[in-house]
């Protein structure tokens, strides 16, 4: 007899924002998740475009709330009651939040991607921050399994929450960028050899000190050759970055391109058009641009004691990202030292080889299908009408 389809519950708030890094982890875990098989129920606050997943396996429960603090709370109240009217065996919280109320039979899964609002809560949005610390630690008490991104972020959860540790599976970023797309687009007419910088414009990123770090290096690079230029790729995010301003004050307009988000075949144009990644961010859950870079067989300049160093290895020049100077001369220095730059190259494919998400989603599908508890065969009361 065929055992029934496992009936899972996903919080699909992250497919409202394209472009994030929590979007990019939770889409492509679920396409290749939803195609395996099981009964899969999408739950959110906030419309998003569900064209990847109409599919008979799938059904999509929507509101259309602006996205607030009173939004989340009200999730918590309506997402328990989808629930427990479709009798789910298995809830996946997707973004650090797992309801009160959930079916009782039915398993807790937690993806973990950091601790931004511990580590450097200054740099996130007031209700962003006020949402984390509010709804992530009865979260990690109620998750079965806590799936992180990284061993950097298990690391955290060790450090912050202890008793909390051994929850922890590490289910990886990978790169989605194919080989075989060469030079097009932003990537014409400038030439091979930019430096690049990869992500949504906002502190934690640390472009304002790359930017002042990148005037040193120009600086210094003027007098025996011609600088190479540096092209930042990224929408818009918050805290008043200013980017725009702060290259015109620098006098850097010829040499800096501001290039707004892109498309990932552009973005593989870019990735193959570049010299070296910079990517000094303050914090990360994963860094998923580095992983990108050693798809592309692009090194990188990261921070040291951060998840990229972890991802990178020795594919890597790593730099204390509060040091302007550090990160100019690795700049320099990869400017100057072919070998160097060759040796980093060569290691990137074995790097590159380390993350899939085929094997990502393995390691998903196996926490999915852990060990059911008694009571949580219950069929569901209908099937919810599809609303996009």
């Known amino acids: 007899m065929t055992p029934e ?23 492509e875990l679920l396409r290749r998740l939803c ?14 475009d569900d064209g990847d997943f109409r599919l008979p396996n799938v059904s999509h429960r929507t509101l259309r709330l602006p996205r607030s603090l009173r939004a989340s709370q009200l999730a918590h109240v309506v997402f328990p009651c989808w629930a427990r009217k479709d009798a789910v065996q298995v809830f996946w919280g997707t973004r650090h939040q797992l309801p009160a109320g959930l079916p009782a039979g039915a398993r807790r899964i937690l993806t973990l991607y950091d601790f931004v609002w511990r580590r450097y809560g200054e740099t996130m949005r007031f209700p962003g921050r006020q949402i984390e610390a509010l709804f992530t630690p009865p979260a990690l008490a109620r998750a079965e399994v806590i799936a992180t991104i990284s061993e950097f972020t298990a690391g955290e959860l060790s450090h912050f929450y202890p008793r ?5 599976v590490t289910v990886p970023c990978a790169s989605v960028l194919g080989p075989g797309v060469g030079e097009n687009g932003l990537a014409q007419g400038s030439g091979r050899g930019y430096f690049l910088a990869v992500g949504t414009l906002e502190p934690r990123k640390n472009l304002r000190r790359v930017l002042y770090a990148y005037r040193d290096y120009v600086k210094q690079q003027q007098a025996e050759a011609r600088p190479r230029r540096l092209k930042i790729v990224g929408g818009e995010g918050w805290g008043g970055e200013r980017l725009p301003e702060l290259v015109s004050e620098l006098g850097l307009e010829k040499l800096v ?16 058009g570049a010299h070296a990644l910079l990517m000094p961010s303050l914090y990360e859950g994963f860094g998923l641009p580095v992983a990108e870079a050693m798809s592309a067989s692009l090194p990188v300049i990261t921070s040291r004691n951060s998840p990229m160093a972890e991802v990178a290895g020795e594919a890597a020049v790593l730099v204390d990202p509060l040091s302007e100077a550090e990160i100019a001369a690795a700049m320099t220095r990869l400017c100057v030292d072919s070998q160097l730059h060759a040796s980093l190259r060569a290691a990137c494919a074995g ?3 380390r993350y899939s998400w085929e094997r990502s989603a393995d390691v998903m599908w196996r926490v999915l299908h852990g060990p059911q508890r008694s009571g949580s065969d219950r069929k569901p009361a209908e099937q919810p009408e599809v609303s996009s």
């Open 35 to 48: 195609r395996r098989g099981g009964q899969w129920y999408f739950y959110s606050v906030q419309p998003y």
């Open 5 to 27: 389809p496992l009936r899972i519950a996903v919080d699909a708030r992250p497919l409202c924002h394209p472009g994030t890094g929590i979007y990019r982890h939770t889409v």
């Open 257 to 272: 391109d501001l290039t707004g988000r892109v498309s990932d075949e552009l973005l593989v144009g870019l990735y193959r």
């Open 351 to 353: 790097r590159a080889r």
């Open 164 to 168: 909390f540790a051994d929850k922890a």
